[in-house]
C-alpha cells in the first residue's frame, strides 16, 4: 500500500482520536496527537508544561512554534516514515503552510485531509460525557474550544480547500470507520 499521510481534522469531540486509533490498528503507522503530546508535557511537570497548562485548561491554542517544534520532530522519527495520522495538528493556516514545507523537506507524498463533521449540541454532550478527566472538559472550556475551532481551525482548513473531504462523524465506530476507510480507499 502506497504511504498513507493524514490529517484527520474536525471539531472538539468529533472523534478524531478515536478513529485515529483505529486507523493505527488497521494501516500500522502512528498517531500523532498534539493534545496527547502537549498534556503528556503537563503532566510531567517540565518546563514546556508549566509554560502552556493555562492555555491548555483555558481551551485556547498553544503558540503555533511550540507545536510545530514538537511535530517536527515526532515526524522525523523512523516510525514515521511510511506515514502517519496527524490528529488535532494543524490548527491554525500558520501550523498548515509549516507542516506542507516539513513534507516537502523530507520528501514525503501528498497529504489526505479528512474533516470529522458533527453538531455542535453533540459534541458539547460528547464532551461532557466522556469522562476521561480532561481538565479542559468542563462546559465553559468546551464551548471555548469550539469558537477556537470555528475562529482559528475552520479556516485553516481553506488551505485545503481542494483536498479535504468531509465526512458525517455521527453514528456508530463501526460506519464513521467505514466511512473513512471508502474516503481512503482502504480495504
Ligand atoms: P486536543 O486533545 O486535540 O483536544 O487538544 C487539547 C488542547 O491542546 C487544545 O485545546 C489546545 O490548547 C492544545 N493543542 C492541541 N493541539 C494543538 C495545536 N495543533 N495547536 C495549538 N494548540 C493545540
Not at 17 to 43: E, F, N, S, W, Y
Not at 90 to 119: D, F, M
Not at 120 to 149: F, M, N, P, Q
Request: proline fraction near 4%.
Amino acid at each position: 500500500m502506497s504511504e498513507l499521510n493524514l490529517i484527520l481534522t474536525g471539531p472538539p469531540g468529533a472523534g478524531k482520536g478515536t478513529q485515529a486509533q483505529r486507523l493505527v490498528k488497521r494501516c500500522g503507522i502512528p498517531q500523532i496527537a498534539t493534545g496527547d503530546m502537549l498534556r503528556a508535557a503537563v503532566a510531567s511537570g517540565s518546563e514546556l508544561g508549566r509554560s502552556i497548562r493555562d492555555i491548555l485548561g483555558g481551551g485556547e491554542l498553544v503558540p503555533d512554534e511550540i507545536v510545530i517544534a514538537l511535530v517536527r520532530e515526532r515526524l522525523s522519527a523512523q516510525d514515521a516514515r511510511a506515514g502517519f495520522i496527524l490528529d488535532g495538528f494543524p490548527r491554525t493556516s500558520q501550523q498548515a503552510r509549516e507542516l506542507e514545507a516539513l513534507l516537502a523537506e523530507t520528501g514525503h507524498e501528498r497529504l489526505r485531509v479528512i474533516c470529522l463533521e458533527v453538531p455542535e449540541e453533540e459534541l458539547v454532550r460528547r464532551i461532557l460525557s466522556r469522562g476521561e478527566g480532561r481538565a479542559d472538559d468542563t462546559e465553559e472550556t468546551v464551548r471555548k474550544r469550539l469558537e477556537v475551532y470555528r475562529r482559528d481551525t475552520a479556516p485553516m482548513l481553506e488551505h485545503f480547500a481542494d483536498s479535504v473531504v468531509r465526512l458525517d462523524g455521527t453514528g456508530s465506530l463501526d460506519e464513521i470507520e467505514q466511512r473513512i476507510a471508502e474516503a481512503l480507499d482502504l480495504s
